[in-house]
């Protein structure tokens, strides 16, 4: 089964940019639809991104279109967030996910798999 370790993250200031990367081991990720999610404190875990097997379809949530883009890297067995004109309310706990459905899944419980989240603080 797949590991995932999500590295990358740390602090910004507001209009900065960040890039985490989620590198998976065990498995292969071509298997998979990779997801990015962020909790923040006191909030639920929620949908930021994801993508197809193949790369060629993402998905983002209204409140990071235009300024985040996922991508991923089948050979390296990595997938990819870049974070543009990052916000405060952009601070959470970000991890990646795998998933085995058919189409890109939105909810948490419809992912198997998860790393152990890497934080991004966004200061104002």
């Known amino acids: 089964q797949v590991q995932l370790v999500e590295t990358g993250g740390g602090l910004v200031q507001a209009g900065g940019s960040l890039s985490l990367s989620c590198a998976a081991s065990?498995?292969?990720?071509?298997?998979?639809?990779m997801g990015w999610f962020r909790q923040a404190p006191g909030k639920e875990r929620e949908f930021v991104t994801a993508?197809?097997?193949?790369?060629?379809?993402?998905y983002y949530a209204d409140s990071v279109k235009g300024r985040f883009t996922i991508s991923r890297d089948n050979a390296k067995n990595t997938v990819y967030l870049q974070m543009n004109s990052l916000k405060p309310e952009d601070t959470a706990v970000y991890y990646c996910?795998?998933?085995?459905?058919?189409?890109?899944?939105?909810?948490?419980?419809?992912?198997?798999?998860w790393g152990q989240g890497t934080q991004v603080t966004v200061s104002s």
């Open positions: 065990g498995g292969t990720l071509s298997r998979y639809i």
């Open positions: 996910a795998a998933s085995t459905t058919a189409w890109i899944p939105l909810h948490a419980y419809n992912y198997g798999y």
């Open positions: 993508i197809r097997r193949s790369g060629g379809i993402t």
